[in-house]
Nanobody
Framework: QVQLVESGGGLVQPGGSLRLSCAAS????????MGWYRQAPGKQRELVAR???????NYADSVKGRFTISRDNAKNTVSLQMNSLKPEDMAAYYC??????????WGQGTQVTVSS
């Protein structure tokens, strides 16, 4: 079993920054990808950023240039630096770890609120 623990969410004003972190533990033999998704009320969960085992990164178009994902393979952690936050970034953010292309695990989610 794999556990993911997220931290770093909170309230920030528009234009501000937050850093999310996710630590994975448990029976992890290999990691296919680690990343972040978000879900706003009434909307589907969407990819924010993802990094694979080769270091290849994908970002949602809406966050390119503002968010940066990073990963520490030795510690099985992934972080998301979020700058220039906008009200439309407000959502519950979920860490995701894929051990294969078909098997993955979710964190419990951390709320990001962007409001003045």
């Amino acid at each position: 079993q794999v556990q993911l623990v997220e931290s770093g969410g909170g309230l920030v004003q528009p234009g501000g920054s937050l850093r999310l972190s996710c630590a994975a533990s448990g029976s992890i033999r290999s990691i296919y990808t680690m990343g972040w998704y978000r879900q706003a009320p009434g909307k589907q969960r969407e990819l924010v950023a993802r990094i694979n085992r080769d270091g290849i990164i994908n970002y949602a178009d809406s966050v390119k240039g503002r968010f940066t994902i990073s990963r520490d393979n030795a510690k099985n952690t992934v972080s998301l630096q979020m700058n220039s936050l906008k009200p439309e970034d407000m959502a519950a953010y979920y860490c995701h770890l894929a051990v294969t292309s078909l098997v993955g695990y979710w964190g419990q989610g951390t709320q990001v609120t962007v409001s003045s």
